[in-house]
């Protein structure tokens, strides 16, 4: 896997510290009884594990799939839920958990999917958001790291399914998604 990567970004030690402060920003602005922690399969699983464990208030949490359909490594801005969350989120607030914000609209669509299900407010974090690359205008609350326009993997993030499970974040190398 690691013959793959072009370059590391980020390191397993300088996610964990980041992450670390993501936490505590979060449990300053939100801590409380009825927090939903929602989060985006499978990308975001790596975050919410670690952000949860450092919160130190209790939460809700669970998990929803979404496609949002991809010619090579570029959103088209559709977006489909594939699993859906059973959670009843009217009159709660809501933190979603993604691994990455390329375009926006992922989550876009999301915000107002809970917004018209009742939810008081709906906040987001993210490990990564590549600003260059935004097609929609979403207020992203709390972010990692700032990101250019690289394809990344790793800590979550794939290409077609392969190296969510490197403990660092890196650029991969062009010439394996050519
Ligand atoms: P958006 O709807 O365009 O913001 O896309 C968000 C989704 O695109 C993320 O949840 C990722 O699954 C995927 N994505 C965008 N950029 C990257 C990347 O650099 N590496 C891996 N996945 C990415
Ligand atoms: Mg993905």
Known sequence: MDNDIEKIL???????????????????DMEGED???????????????DLVRNLGF??????????????????????QIKKDTDIN????????VEDIVDSGSTLAHLMKLFALR????VRICTLLSKPARRVVDI??????FEIPDEFVVGYGLDYNQKYRNLPYIGILKPDIYV
Do not use: H
């Not at 927090?35 to 790596?46: A, E, N």
């Not at 949002?68 to 977006?79: A, I, L």
């Not at 989120?89 to 979603?96: Q, S």
């Not at 009742?118 to 407010?121: I, L, Y």
């Open 10 to 28: 980020y390191t397993e030690e300088e996610i964990k510290e980041r992450v670390k402060q993501l936490a505590a920003q979060v449990r300053r």
């Open 89 to 96: 989120m009217a009159g709660k607030r809501v933190l979603i």
């Open 118 to 121: 009742g939810a008081t407010e």
């Open 139 to 144: 207020k992203v609350d709390y972010i990692g």
């Open 58 to 79: 209790p939460v809700t949490m669970d998990f929803i799939a979404v496609a949002s359909y991809y010619s090579g490594t570029k959103s088209t801005g559709n977006v």
């Open 35 to 49: 927090l939903i922690i929602l989060t985006v399969l499978k990308g975001g699983i790596m975050l919410s594990a």
